[in-house]
């Protein structure tokens, strides 16, 4: 859409800031950027590319800006064109549910691309800073796995569209001119968006909410069961269809005696794993580090992300790049660090 990124992009007249309160003028909406560039894309490192990339061209740009819109909006406009240009002509990101059946315990293990999965992304770096607890659950909601990865089944535009609607709460005309487009054509895309991911059926779960007594011992005998290793516990911390999935692996499990079975088989080399406690996505996560030889040495093996719903963990969703999740969410190289 090159008419609407010159507009976007190259304003006319010059806000009245001097350049360190322009500065400070852009880095205040960098958090909610990132937010909204990494529902777009489904990844962390994409997104922070993305927002870099927009923070680039509007600086790049400040001395031209009109004025007769906010600042924010005008960022958007631009985040929006960084993001269909990155997605243009690009397979979407998934998760290891999304792109086959459950496996078994015995089934061959395959690797894919980096770019093939959906990423984790740290609270710290989307969710607002003060927002009431509504808002703050709400926020959580959006970033969960299971709604970032049914993000991605929609085409781009409407990617966005919904993402501004219904997340973010703007109003159909000022969508309809950020994307240069009509009202009617804003309300058809977001009908059709919503219907997909109705037919995806993104169920609420309660990580979304600020943990409460009961999950934080739910966590806590989570936490228990994994370091002891004790598998028979763990399993009864388990919805009868949790999943565990473990990217870059395709391969992803479903049920107490397929979870067991890997824990005890070829997963059994995390017996006498470490965790440490992070969040991510709205939801709690760990860091697992795993004994790498004698000595009491551990290694990091595994971002953790735990889905939960009704009082029982619902998914495992273990991602292995701790080369790159690892410094992204402030994680140590060694648990005692």
């Known amino acids: 859409m090159p008419g609407l990124q010159a507009r976007a992009e190259a304003p006319t007249r010059a806000p009245e800031h001097r350049p360190g309160e322009q500065e400070l ?24 590319d993305a927002v870099q990339e927009t923070m680039l061209r509007a600086w790049r740009s400040l001395d031209r800006f009109e004025g007769r819109a906010a600042l924010k909006s005008w960022l958007y406009r631009i985040a929006t064109n960084v993001c269909l240009d990155m997605l243009d002509g690009r397979k979407r990101r998934a ?22 999965w959906l990423e984790p992304m740290p609270d710290g770096r989307v969710l607002p800073e003060a927002a009431d607890p509504a808002e703050l659950a709400e926020a959580r909601e959006t970033v969960r796995l299971a709604f970032v990865g049914a993000l991605q089944h929609l085409p781009a535009r409407q990617r966005a569209v919904l993402i ?19 009202v009617a054509s804003v309300n058809s895309a977001l009908q059709r968006a919503r ?13 979304a909410s600020q943990l409460d007594d009961g999950k934080r011992e739910l966590l806590d005998r989570y936490v228990q069961a994994f370091e002891q290793y004790d598998i028979e516990s763990l399993v009864t911390l388990l919805h009868e269809d949790a999943t565990l999935s473990m990217p870059p692996y395709d391969l992803w499990l479903r049920g ?11 997963g ?14 709205g939801s709690p996560a760990f860091g697992q ?11 990091p093996w595994a971002l953790q992300v735990i889905e939960t719903s ?11 790049d701790t080369a790159r999740l690892f410094p992204l969410f402030g994680l140590p190289p060694r648990p005692g660090a």
């Open 289 to 299: 580090y795993r004994p790498s030889g004698p000595g009491g040495a551990f290694e």
């Open 25 to 48: 003028a852009l880095e205040r909406h960098r958090r909610e950027l990132t937010g909204y560039c990494y529902r777009m894309l489904g990844s962390a490192f994409e997104a922070e």
């Open 310 to 320: 009704g009082g029982r963990i619902t998914g495992i969703n273990s991602f292995l």
């Open 268 to 281: 059994s080399e995390c017996r006498g794993s470490r965790l440490l406690p992070v969040a991510a996505n």
């Open 195 to 207: 219907a997909a991911l109705t037919a995806s059926d993104v169920s609420s779960a309660d990580q």
């Open 95 to 116: 998760r290891p549910m999304d792109l086959g059946a459950p496996g078994t315990i015995d089934g061959p293990l395959a690797t894919l691309p980096e770019t093939t």
């Open 164 to 182: 501004l609607r219904e997340v973010l709460h703007w109003r159909a005309a000022e969508v309809a001119e950020l994307l240069d487009t009509s």
């Open 256 to 266: 107490h005696d397929d979870i067991a079975g890997w824990l005890t088989g070829l």
